[in-house]
């Protein structure tokens, strides 16, 4: 579509398009079989914002094949492009396996264990519903966020799953570094994944001196008698071995709907030490959860002044 058909458009009364946009990777576009170049959708885009009319953009978030390096260049896009006059990026949703759709018919062809709507996942089990939930909060946070802060948080419900979960947890923590690596602040993430662990690690710890002294009766006594007279601390510790249940049960039972075949994560044996921090720690806890809220939002701010850096706080 070339610049006079636009402006021609334009002037017969021509004010809004829909495109079938979906992902800000060329990778992952291809993968979709859809013929066109991002290039030319970067043109046509500010040709039609020029132009007055009004654009809108879905986001499809985990198409088979898609990684979190994929995922993060489809980040930056939104990014980049939000603030355009009259275009509009739609809330990133997981994709569908719809009936009757080449992926529902195909779907071996495309690599996935099971053709189920919502629940399926690729053969090698790295590309799950839960792996797809987390992403959708990371780019509805690009999308939904105005002004990327604590208190324009959306969707966090996307975030309220079992964080501990291989697949999930990996998937995580190469998007998230893939999205500091775009912005050129690697040591920014370094520093957040850092500071997770330590405080993961004090956590642990104050629970595990909860329980010091409990190993004999007299020491159990002693701890019950003193749980009698501080609620607070009692709900703290019974929602510690509670979380620690659930996480135990989902790492021994199949993951459910995945047409017989377990959840087979390409988590390996790693020899990136900032991997197994990030992997040992226990990112179910508020405290962690709010963490993983704050490293998004940093990572987001980082690529927001990259691409409009006047956008940068003004110095007092």
């Known amino acids: 579509m070339t610049k006079n058909v636009i402006d021609t458009l334009a002037k017969a009364g021509f004010t809004r398009i829909f495109w079938g946009f979906e992902s800000g990777s060329q990778r992952v576009v291809d993968l979709m079989k859809k013929a066109f170049r991002l290039t030319d959708a970067v043109r046509i885009i500010s040709d039609c914002s020029h132009a007055g009319m009004y654009q809108y953009l879905p986001v499809l ?77 990371v780019a509805s946070q690009a999308q939904g966020n105005p002004e990327l802060t604590p208190a324009g948080v959306v969707c966090m419900d996307y975030l309220s799953q079992n964080l501990n979960d291989p697949a999930v947890a990996n998937d995580l923590y190469h998007l998230l570094r893939s999205l500091f690596d775009r912005s050129d602040s690697a040591a920014a993430f370094v520093n957040h994944v850092s500071h997770a662990y330590r405080t993961a690690s004090r956590i642990d710890f104050r629970i595990r001196s909860a329980f010091d002294g409990i190993s004999g009766s007299r020491g159990a006594v002693s701890m019950v ?13 019974a929602r510690f071995i509670h979380r620690r249940m659930l996480n135990l049960a989902a790492k021994t039972r199949p993951t459910g709907k995945t047409g017989g075949v377990q959840n087979r994560t ?38 927001r002044l990259k691409h409009h850096p006047s956008t940068m706080p003004k110095q007092s």
């Open 61 to 137: 978030v985990g198409f088979p094949g898609e990684t979190p390096e994929d995922l993060a260049e489809t980040v930056d896009f939104i990014i980049q492009f939000r603030e355009t006059p009259r275009l509009h990026f739609y809330q990133p949703s997981p994709v569908l396996v719809r009936t009757n759709a080449e992926l529902y018919e195909h779907y071996r062809d495309f690599g996935l264990a099971n053709n189920e709507v919502l629940h399926w996942q690729d053969v090698a089990g790295t590309n799950t519903y839960m792996v797809r939930l987390a992403r959708c909060f």
């Open 225 to 237: 008698k003193s749980l009698m007279y501080d609620p607070a601390r009692f709900k703290r510790i």
């Open 266 to 303: 390409a988590v390996q044996a790693s020899t990136d030490p900032l991997l197994e921090c990030w992997m040992s720690t226990n990112k179910n806890s508020s405290r962690l959860r709010e963490l993983i809220v704050g490293m998004t939002l940093d990572a987001l701010q980082r690529l």
